[in-house]
C-alpha cells in the first residue's frame, strides 16, 4: 500500500454529498473548547484527520471539523460503528457520538444519551470488545445498538426509543467471550462466531434472550499446506470474523492469524488472512477468490464493497489495527502494510454503503 501522497485542509467543508471510504488518522490539536463569553474551557479540541480511501491511493485529510481529543485515548471511544462512538462521558454516562462521521460538521453534530450500564453477576462493562447497529443511523427508529462486552456479556438498546433501556444478556458459552459481534442485513440478527469459528450464535431482541435465536456449527474444508507451515499458524494468535457482501449477499468468515516479529519492537503483525464462503448447504469452503470484491477489517464493524465501484483492489482484504495498516492479496498470499501508532482505527464506510443500509436490506449498486 502507498503511503500518504498528499495532505491539505479541506477549508469549510462541512458536508459531503458522498462522505468518502475512510479510516480515522487522529485529530490535529487546535486549542481548547469555549463557553458563550469565548473563554477556554475543558477538553481541549481537534480537527479530524482522516485518510481517504475514496480513490486508487491514499491521502490524509485535515477537516474543518472539530472533536474532542480525548476520543483518541482507549477511554475516549470504547467502539464504533459507521461512525458513531461509543463513549462514557459526564462521570460515566454512556453516550453516542457521531463525531468520528466525517460527513457531519461540529456544529451540526449529534450526541444520544443512553441509561446507565447494568453489569451483570460475574460480568464486566469497561473493556467493550466492540459495537454493532442494525442501521447506519440510531436515529432510526428501528434501530439496534448491540454492545460486546470482553467475557460474558452483550448488551442491546433502541436508541431512538423515548424510553429506552438495555436488554443484557450473559452468554453461557465461554467460547464466545472474546468474539466480536456483526449485524446481518441478510438473517436480521447479530451473529457473533465462536473462537475458533466452530460455530456462529444469533442474538436479536426477540424472545428466549437468555440463549442465542439460532446456534449454527460449522463444517469447514480447509487449505492443504506443509507440515510446518500449520506448525508455524499454530504458534500465531488467531482471531474470527464475520462480514456480509450486500452487493452478492454472500457471508464470509475471516480468519486472522498474527504473530511477534523477531525485531526489537517485538509488535505482531499479520501473517495470514484465510476467507471461507458460506455456500447453500452451510458449509464453509476455504477460497482464495472473493471476485470483485474487497473487506475492510477493523476495531469498528466489518463491511465488504465491490472494489470496481470503489477502485479499490479485488479479491483483497484492508485491515487496520493499533500499530498496522495494510492490504492482504488473497489470490497472491500477498501482504503490503505500514506501521504507525494509529489511535483510532475505524474503517467508515462511505455514504453510499450507508444509504444502502437503510433501504430495508435491498442490495447497495
Not at 479540541?45 to 472539530?66: A, H, N, Y
Not at 462521521?101 to 456544529?107: A, E, F, H, K, M
Request: net charge negative; hydrophobic share 30%; aromatic share 12%.
Amino acid at each position: 500500500m502507498s503511503d500518504f501522497t498528499q495532505q491539505r485542509h479541506l477549508v469549510g467543508a462541512r458536508f459531503l454529498s458522498e462522505t468518502p471510504l475512510c479510516h480515522i488518522y487522529g485529530i490535529e490539536h487546535c486549542g481548547y473548547s469555549r463557553d458563550d463569553y469565548g473563554r477556554p474551557r475543558y477538553p481541549e479540541i481537534g480537527r479530524l484527520m482522516i485518510t481517504d480511501f475514496t480513490g486508487p491511493s491514499c491521502w490524509t485529510k485535515v477537516l474543518e471539523k472539530t472533536v474532542r481529543m480525548d476520543l483518541m485515548t482507549e477511554t475516549g471511544t470504547m467502539g464504533a460503528s459507521h461512525g458513531w462512538a461509543f463513549t462514557l462521558r459526564y462521570g460515566g454516562i454512556p453516550h453516542l457520538l457521531d463525531d468520528l462521521n466525517p460527513g457531519v460538521s461540529d456544529s451540526d453534530g449529534c450526541e444520544i444519551s443512553l441509561p446507565d450500564l447494568v453489569t451483570l453477576p460475574h460480568c464486566q462493562t469497561k473493556l467493550v470488545t466492540n459495537v454493532a447497529m442494525s442501521s447506519s443511523s440510531p436515529h432510526d427508529e428501528d434501530c439496534i445498538l448491540a454492545i460486546k462486552f470482553a467475557g460474558p456479556q452483550l448488551s442491546l438498546i433502541r436508541p431512538a426509543q423515548e424510553n429506552k433501556e438495555w436488554v443484557n444478556i450473559k452468554i453461557e458459552d465461554p467460547s464466545f467471550f472474546s468474539s466480536r459481534a456483526m449485524y446481518s442485513n441478510r438473517d436480521k440478527k447479530f451473529a457473533m462466531p465462536a473462537s475458533e469459528g466452530t460455530h456462529i450464535g444469533y442474538w436479536d431482541l426477540g424472545e428466549n434472550l437468555e440463549k442465542p435465536k439460532a446456534q449454527e456449527f460449522c463444517d469447514f474444508f480447509t487449505p492443504e499446506l506443509l507440515k510446518s507451515e500449520w506448525e508455524r499458524l499454530d504458534s500465531c494468535v488467531t482471531s474470527v470474523e464475520l462480514v456480509e457482501s450486500r452487493t452478492t449477499d454472500e457471508m464470509f468468515m475471516v480468519k486472522r492469524f498474527t504473530e511477534r516479529n523477531g525485531f526489537n519492537d517485538g509488535r505482531m503483525e499479520e501473517r495470514r488472512i484465510w476467507v471461507f464462503r458460506q455456500d447453500s448447504s452451510s458449509t464453509w469452503c476455504f477460497t482464495e477468490n472473493i471476485g470483485d470484491l474487497c473487506i475492510f477489517l477493523s476495531n469498528a464493524e466489518p463491511f465488504c464493497l465491490k472494489a470496481s465501484s470503489h477502485q479499490k483492489c479485488k479479491n483483497s482484504i484492508y485491515f487496520i489495527d493499533k500499530s498496522e495498516r495494510g492490504i492482504f492479496i488473497l489470490g497472491d498470499k500477498y501482504k503490503t502494510s505500514n506501521f504507525n501508532k494509529f489511535t483510532a482505527p475505524y474503517f467508515i464506510p462511505p455514504q453510499s454503503y450507508l444509504d444502502a443500509n437503510c433501504s430495508n436490506g435491498s442490495h447497495s449498486p
